[in-house]
């Protein structure tokens, strides 16, 4: 099994930036690639970003235009999301996921995930 466990700065202005980190425990050499996710009340999990295991590929939502980044650290077994010039549409529960099946490019749907974290909340404020 694996837990993953986000974390990050809760509150933001808009056009600021943040940084949410993800860190991941136990069988952990499981894991292949790993991504970002976010939800607000009354929608669905929408897919952020991926990164697979050895970080040569990525994958990103194309509503994001370029603002988010997605890295990771394996010797930490820690994947980041950089939000930059962030917006009060941002304002979600931000969630990371991890797979365990190799897939190049790293998936973008949720479907594809088989590990979770248990979510943090940002909030951008205008």
């Known amino acids: 099994q694996v837990q993953l466990v986000e974390s990050g700065e809760g509150s933001v202005q808009a056009g600021g930036s943040l940084r949410l980190s993800c860190a991941a425990s136990?069988?952990?050499?499981?894991?292949?690639?790993m991504g970002w996710f976010r939800q607000v009340p009354g929608k669905e999990r929408e897919f952020l970003a991926a990164?697979?295991?050895?970080?040569?590929?990525?994958r990103f939502a194309n509503f994001l235009k370029g603002r988010f980044t997605i890295s990771r650290d394996n010797a930490k077994n820690t994947v980041y999301l950089q939000m930059n010039s962030v917006k009060p549409e941002d304002t979600a529960v931000y969630y990371c996921?991890?797979?365990?099946?190799?897939?190049?490019?790293?998936?973008?749907?949720?479907?594809?995930?088989?590990?979770w974290g248990q979510g943090t909340p940002v909030t951008v404020s205008s």
């Open positions: 136990g069988r952990t050499s499981s894991i292949y690639a």
């Open positions: 996921a991890a797979d365990r099946t190799l897939r190049i490019p790293p998936p973008g749907t949720r479907y594809d995930y088989d590990y």
């Open positions: 990164i697979s295991r050895s970080s040569d590929s990525t």
